[in-house]
């Protein structure tokens, strides 16, 4: 434990699970961390759940994958060592790393404390640009990570920790839209599908005081759902059920993963409703213009958040003693969670124990 007084960039090798083809699985691995610089935290990683976004990028689903992948952006841990100019954190600090670890800080998004929208590239926290050692970045399936403290995030002492993890990305990815389009006591809120994010949706907008409506093609998802918060359950192919909420919803938190045909959900929507996608980045069906231009409706995309809200949801979370149903697993069983992920078999979050790792 070293607080340090001037730049050094000397690097150091930390174990970790990386893929390195689109067709292999996750196996050990050496990467190279910097040493701290004078705005960094070095933090040793606890905890790191495991995204579906993970996957996407070890199986190069997305066509942009840097190999070798190591995943993970829901990191949990302890500061082990800080900078000579950071005043935000201190050694022994439980702290989080989500999505981000950099972005330009100068343009208009940044400005605003919405770094996930850098128009200058935001700094992803494995795949992305490595500006201090070349390449790329790597992930959290790894024992450290060394972060510019201003990308560094303090997590509450007094919520599960473990379960904490998945809160860096499934939490923030859901919480953000609610924040942004002003979910408040007294709405009607429709959560689309049970999944990592839709059950963080629910937790989120009943604890904001919304009437939580789960909307599901699975019944026998309810009892679930309800035990989460919900104040109902909709099945989405029932035709009656979905008469019986037409024009009714305030908000919709649209959580399913793959292209869909939104259309039957905007009749749900009330005049100058919004359904918001927090889980489709690929080409939906073709939207149905007078399902909107009739009710002056709206259908808009969020992704994760800002630092700055990112703490907001991390705070809310420790008032309201909010965090994500995980199953815990070793680093050693990683190929076989990625799998079942895959099936939907988990609820509803995987997380790593990181001290699996040192026994590798």
């Known amino acids: 434990m070293l607080l340090l007084t001037k730049l050094n960039l000397v690097m150091s090798q930390v174990k970790a699970y990386a893929a390195l083809s689109n067709d292999a699985d996750l196996i050990p691995h050496k990467i190279e961390r910097r040493n701290t610089k004078e705005n960094d935290v070095k933090i040793e990683i606890d905890f790191c759940g495991v995204c579906h976004s993970d996957i996407h990028q070890v199986r190069n689903d997305w066509k942009n994958s840097k190999y070798p992948v190591v995943p993970g952006h829901e990191i949990i841990g302890r500061v082990t060592e800080i900078g000579s100019k950071v005043t935000k954190f201190k050694v022994g600090d439980l702290v989080g790393v989500g999505c981000l670890v950099d972005s330009c800080k100068e343009c208009n998004s940044c400005k605003e404390d919405l770094e996930q929208y850098c128009e200058n590239g935001a700094i992803l926290t494995y795949n992305g640009k490595d500006k201090d050692l070349g390449g790329h970045t790597f992930g959290g399936y790894s024992e450290q990570v060394t972060v510019r403290e201003d990308f560094v995030l303090k997590v509450p002492e007094n919520i599960d920790t473990k379960a904490a993890a998945p809160l860096l990305c499934a939490g923030i990815t859901t919480w953000s839209p609610l924040r942004e389009w002003n979910v408040k006591k007294g709405d009607k809120v429709g959560v689309i599908g049970l999944g990592g994010l839709g059950h963080m949706g629910i937790k989120f907008a009943h604890a904001l005081g919304a009437e939580v409506i789960m909307i599901t093609t699975s019944p026998e998802k309810a009892t679930d759902a309800k035990s989460l918060g919900a104040d109902d359950v909709l099945i989405s192919k029932d035709n009656t059920q979905m008469q019986e909420h ?28 919004t359904m918001v996608l927090v889980g489709a980045i690929e080409p939906i069906d073709p939207v149905h213009g007078g399902a909107l231009v009739m009710g002056r409706k709206r259908v808009a995309g969020s992704m994760i958040g800002g630092i700055k809200e990112t703490q907001e949801m991390l705070d ?18 990683i190929n076989t969670a990625f799998d079942r992920v895959v099936k939907s078999d988990v609820k509803y979050r995987f997380v790593i124990d990181m001290k699996s790792l040192k026994e590798v």
Not at 322 to 333: A, R, Y
């Open 246 to 273: 037409t024009a009714s919803f305030d908000f919709l938190l649209n959580t399913i993963p793959v292209g869909h045909d939104i259309n039957p959900y905007l009749g749900l929507l009330k005049r100058d409703g």
């Open 316 to 333: 809310f979370c420790g008032a309201h003693n909010i965090v994500s149903d995980v199953e815990m697993i070793d680093i050693q069983n």
